[in-house]
């Protein structure tokens, strides 16, 4: 997958190319983010930045934050789902994501993660 815009995931800012392969089948298609519900947004509010900028956003996210780069999160972990089986379509992919952001599990998830990398760090 790629989008027009350059991102190396699925974009918010313009379309994206997906092509998915169900065995021997193949089918491209160009996914646009108010295809599955999403607003358009401009490139400039979905780019990325310094790991510690992204970091931050993510935080922000995580803690409610509404906007472009939470529609280009649930996008992605949307695009993951549905990949992993767990949605019927992309859009029902997203609308997981987001109700795992409102309703808190995705910090759950990603509290458990943490814990689990510190409990295996070197002491």
């Not at 974009?11 to 998915?20: D, H, I």
């Not at 409610?64 to 996008?75: C, I, K, M, Y």
């Amino acid at each position: 997958m790629s989008s027009t815009d350059g991102l190396d995931e699925m974009s918010t800012s313009a379309t994206t190319t997906v092509v998915e392969v169900d065995g021997p089948e193949i089918r491209s298609s160009e996914v646009a983010p108010e295809d599955v519900g999403l607003a358009r947004s401009a490139f400039e509010a979905v780019a990325g930045g310094t790991p510690a900028h992204n970091a931050a956003v993510t935080r922000r996210i995580f803690a409610g934050e509404g906007g472009p780069a939470r529609d280009l999160s649930v996008l992605n972990a949307g695009a993951a789902i549905y990949v992993a089986g767990r949605a019927d379509t992309l859009e029902g992919g997203v609308r997981q994501a987001e109700q795992a952001l409102d309703t808190g599990r995705a910090t759950e998830a990603l509290d458990t993660l943490v814990a689990l990398t510190q409990s295996l760090a070197p002491s």
